[in-house]
Structure formats: structure tokens, C-alpha cells
């Protein structure tokens, strides 16, 4: 998958081949749960923001379920594309479980 770029070095294109799988299979054979699928997509950001450590630094901060998906929906606005309404319940309570944990932290946890 190619990252284009905004004018801000945000990658606008962020919806993984395993994300587009996974979503498929959760929706098609409810194989996956999108609990599982944010907590996935959610512990890899930091692959897809090496010049935007700020926005991931964001995310980890914000509370509401409506903060987080209007993130991602800024931010991943191909993966939450995916995502059903139905499912943003789910979708959140991964982000916030790989949040919740340090998973996405930038630095490296000691």
C-alpha cells in the first residue's frame, strides 16, 4: 500500500492490506471482532506516523468514544471507510485497550 502524504506529512492513505482482510472476514464470516481489528490497526499506527509522533501523542489523550472516532475518521478516513456505525462501539474499546496499554507509544517503553 502507498502512503500519499498531505501537505503536513500526515499519511491520508492509511487502510493496511491485513485491515481491509480482517474487515472484510469480520463483516463477510464474522471471523474477527472490530475490537480485535482497532486494537490491530491502533498498535501499528506508529509505522504509518514516523513524521507525525504529535498525532499518535493525541490519540493516546483523547476520552470520548466521539474524540477517537473523529481521529481516525480524520486521520484513517480509508479504514474507517470499513468500519460500520454499528461497529464504532467495538472499533473504540480496541483503540482504547492498545492505548490504554502503551502499545503505540512512539519511544520505547523501558
Not at 480485535?36 to 476520552?63: G, H, M, P, Q, S
Request: glycine letters at 2%.
Amino acid at each position: 500500500m502507498e502512503n500519499t502524504m498531505n501537505f503536513k506529512g500526515v499519511p491520508t492513505a492509511i487502510c493496511p492490506e491485513f485491515f481491509r482482510d480482517k474487515c472484510f472476514w469480520a463483516l463477510q464470516y464474522h471471523c474477527y471482532g472490530f475490537t480485535v481489528i482497532a486494537w490491530e490497526l491502533t498498535v501499528r499506527l506508529k509505522d504509518y506516523f514516523t513524521n507525525d509522533a504529535k498525532a499518535i501523542d493525541e490519540l493516546t489523550c483523547l476520552e470520548s468514544s466521539k474524540e477517537i472516532i473523529a481521529w481516525f475518521r480524520h486521520y484513517t478516513p480509508l479504514s474507517m471507510a470499513l468500519v460500520p456505525k454499528a461497529e464504532w462501539k467495538n472499533f473504540v474499546e480496541g483503540v482504547r485497550c492498545a492505548t490504554s496499554m502503551h502499545w503505540i507509544s512512539v519511544e520505547p517503553v523501558s
